[in-house]
């Protein structure tokens, strides 16, 4: 059973606007990984359906495209109903307020490199156009890095769907998909461990008052 395998079949009747609109829904589908359906796009371009390229392109427009979308929304309704917005939609798909204010953050202190970084981090890259519309990111330095980000993270899974059914003709996309799932979220908990302890040894000590 390949349920990924059978989505890009259907995908694939669709061509590149196919792609496209497999890159735009999720933007909106949190529930739809999008990590596995790349893989499974990248295993089909070995099957000649659509080339790397095309794979890559087709994807990364229509995510690209739903991002602005977001990151204008936020613009136009506010930032107060945004924020509400946000927490609510955290709470669904498992991203607690902390982890919300502390992407909110560092958004703030590192906004460019952040803007290309966050798109690297699961979860995290759906929240990113909303949040960099809460800290009024300049337009066109969000299309920029969100741009360079999402190239980053399709490309790696597209590529790697492509390098297994090389390696191993005839892997299961699903079953794939989900040992990655099994890497993002070891690689995940590393580096929030690494950025835990930076910032705790970073912190300088609190003295009290000097006695008198």
């Known amino acids: ?116 970084m966050s798109q690297l981090i699961p979860t995290v890259r759906l929240i990113s156009p909303v949040a960099a519309g809460l800290l009024g990111t300049s337009t066109l330095r969000f299309i920029a890095g969100v741009s360079v980000g999402i190239v980053l993270w399709n490309g790696l899974f597209i590529a790697a769907g492509y390098l297994a059914v090389l390696a191993v003709p005839g892997v299961n996309s699903s079953a794939l998909a989900l040992k990655i799932l099994v890497l993002l979220v070891s690689a995940e908990l590393i580096i929030a461990l690494v950025w835990r302890l930076q910032r705790r040894f970073r912190t300088p000590p609190v003295f009290g008052a000097s006695k008198r």
């Open 1 to 116: 059973m390949d349920p990924l395998g059978h989505l890009v079949e259907w995908i694939a009747i669709y061509g590149i606007f196919g792609l496209f609109a497999i890159g735009l829904a999720e933007r909106f589908l949190p529930a739809l990984p999008s990590y596995g359906v790349l893989v499974a796009i990248g295993i089909a371009a070995d099957d000649e359906v659509w080339s790397l390229h095309t794979a890559v392109i087709g994807t990364t427009v229509g995510s690209s495209i739903g991002a602005l979308g977001l990151y204008l929304l936020v613009r136009l309704i506010g930032k107060k109903r945004t924020t509400s917005l946000l927490y609510s939609v955290g709470r669904w798909v498992g991203l607690p307020r902390p982890r919300i204010d502390w992407t909110l953050s560092s958004l703030r202190e590192r906004e460019r490199a952040l803007t290309i």
